[in-house]
């Protein structure tokens, strides 16, 4: 039996690292979800912070599913948080999360296709569901700081 090609060794080495780098942000969205949920003030965001709690349970489903996918493929998941940014002003608290998950979409589509690209059609799978929920935390940031969602390019997924 032939043994798997190196190259592909490669990609997969690439494909857990930069799961791990999705992981560490999952983290910080949690921490980020957590705390801004708790000290946004004003009438105009108690709606959204409601939001930001549920968001932070999805967030956690999230980190599961990749630290249980960095796993099967052989990685160690990290136990890193990317830095939260903090403010005192519930605006740019909700920018930061906007901000950061648009960067979480455009990056697990490209995972999407390292996913693919290795054979490992059930994560890709998997990316996508986060995906979508991730793209309803992007809707409804956006919503509540009255602006459009912003777009994210990415070819397919």
């Known amino acids: 039996m032939p043994k798997i090609a190196p ?3 490669r ?14 942000r999952e983290y910080q969205a949690i921490i980020a979800y957590v705390v801004y949920s708790n000290v946004l003030s004003g009438a105009q965001y108690m709606n959204i912070a409601g939001e930001l709690r549920l968001h932070a349970a999805q967030e956690l489903q999230h980190a599961l599913i990749i630290a ?3 796993d099967y493929l052989g990685g160690m998941p990290t136990a890193t948080p990317k830095p939260v940014r903090l403010s005192k002003k519930a605006e740019e608290m ?3 999360d906007l901000d950061n998950e648009t960067e979480t979409i455009r990056n697990y589509r490209q995972r999407v ?3 693919e ?9 998997q990316l996508r569901q ?8 992007q809707h409804d940031l956006a919503t509540a700081l009255g602006i459009d969602v912003p777009k994210v390019f990415s070819s397919g997924a």
């Open 7 to 9: 190259q592909n060794d």
């Open 11 to 24: 990609a997969i080495q690439t494909l857990i690292d930069a799961l791990n780098e999705d992981l560490a």
């Open 68 to 70: 249980d996918q960095i």
């Open 94 to 96: 909700l920018r930061f």
């Open 113 to 115: 296709h390292q996913a």
């Open 117 to 125: 690209a290795v054979g490992h059609y059930a994560l890709a799978e």
């Open 130 to 137: 986060i995906i979508a929920q991730e793209q309803e935390h």
